[in-house]
């Protein structure tokens, strides 16, 4: 299957602070998504990006399909920005999750 | 719109004892999944529905899992009988179409505790 590593594995940052989340992907996908796991367990859809840029808020993100790579850019961090981030890819009928990011935002 | 419904949110369970998940998918999605979560780790899909036909069942573990979706709309995830190592969040998800391309939606988890 897909191997798909997120970088870094953990992260704290001063609430106002701005970061960036890598995920890289073994082999070429056909579905992208970014998606925030709250202290409570839910998985919350930020972006669905095969290919492109996006934007929503403070958040935005890139995927470069070529070369097999995304990236969750978030700015003027908030203490409810906590919690894991996830990329999840697809091909064929598989659907395979990253490690995560563990994010911790500080007041 | 509502979302993706599970019940029961939390269980606890002894080893060899057997357990039921219901899952409702966002009215109108074709696709329908279940994924298992094991604590640190990301969600591992198991078993993927397109209206009530399994289109991939490869990672489910037969022997104990089992998952139906009459009528094509909601689902159920047993186990029989649970052991130690399915502790895990079982996480339901529905996308609007089906195939590989769409955009998914995931419910709030059942937590099981096997004990």
């Known amino acids: 299957g897909i191997q798909v590593e997120q970088s870094p594995p953990d992260l704290i940052l001063q609430e106002g602070a701005n970061s960036t989340l890598r995920c890289n992907f073994s082999?070429?996908?056909?579905?992208l998504q970014w998606f925030h796991q709250n202290p409570w367990g839910q998985l919350i859809n930020l972006f669905y990006i095969p290919s492109g840029t996006k934007q929503n808020g403070r958040l935005s993100a890139t995927t470069v399909a070529t070369e097999r790579y995304s990236l969750l850019y978030i700015s003027s961090s908030q203490t409810t920005d906590s919690g894991v981030y996830f990329c999840?890819?697809?091909?064929?009928?598989?659907?395979?999750f990253g490690t995560g990011t563990s994010l911790t935002v500080i007041p | 719109e509502a979302g993706v419904a599970q019940s029961p949110r939390y269980k606890i369970i002894e080893k060899r004892q057997s357990v039921a998940f219901w899952c409702n998918p966002i009215s109108g999605h074709a696709t329908l999944y279940w994924y298992q979560q094991i604590l640190g780790q990301g969600p591992k899909l198991l078993i993927q529905?397109?209206?009530?036909?399994?289109?991939?069942d490869s990672q489910l573990p037969k022997d104990r899992f089992s998952a139906e979706r009459l009528k094509g709309v909601d689902s159920t995830l047993k186990i029989q009988p649970a052991k130690l190592e399915d502790s895990a969040v079982y996480l339901c998800?529905?996308?609007?179409?089906?195939?590989?391309?769409?955009?998914?939606?995931f419910g709030p988890g059942t937590r099981l505790t096997v004990t």
């Open positions: 998800a529905s996308s609007p179409w089906g195939g590989t391309a769409y955009e998914q939606y």
């Open positions: 529905f397109q209206n009530n036909g399994v289109v991939d």
């Open positions: 082999d070429s996908v056909n579905n």
């Open positions: 999840a890819v697809s091909t064929g009928n598989q659907f395979y």
